[in-house]
């Protein structure tokens, strides 16, 4: 089993920063991908960032150059630099992992004032 425990969510005023974090526990494989999604009310769950265990990343249009995905694979940790927060950007980020099966966290919710 795994278990995602994201963290660092909060309320911030437009052009602030966030930085969130997701650690990851139990059985983790030494290759996956883990990654950042995201849902608004009354929107699907979208893709924002994902970084596989190599470094390679990859990031929604909305938000390159404004958001940074990072690991460490000796702690199983994800995290996401948000920077020039927008009000669009307000949502429930959820942590994703992807060996074999797909893991989700509980979310953690962030929200851009204007």
């Known amino acids: 089993q795994v278990q995602l425990v994201e963290s660092g969510g909060g309320l911030v005023q437009a052009g602030g920063s966030l930085r969130l974090s997701c650690a990851a526990s139990?059985?983790?494989?030494?290759?996956?991908?883990m990654g950042w999604y995201r849902q608004a009310p009354r929107k699907q769950r979208e893709m924002v960032a994902f970084?596989?265990?190599?470094?390679?990343?990859n990031y929604a249009d909305s938000v390159k150059g404004r958001f940074t995905i990072s690991r460490d694979n000796a702690k199983n940790t994800i995290y996401l630099q948000m920077n020039t927060l927008k009000p669009e950007d307000t949502a429930v980020y959820y942590c994703n992992l992807v060996q074999i099966k797909t893991y989700w966290g509980q979310g953690t919710q962030v929200t851009v004032s204007s």
């Open positions: 970084i596989t265990s190599g470094g390679s990343t």
């Open positions: 139990g059985s983790i494989f030494s290759t996956n991908v």
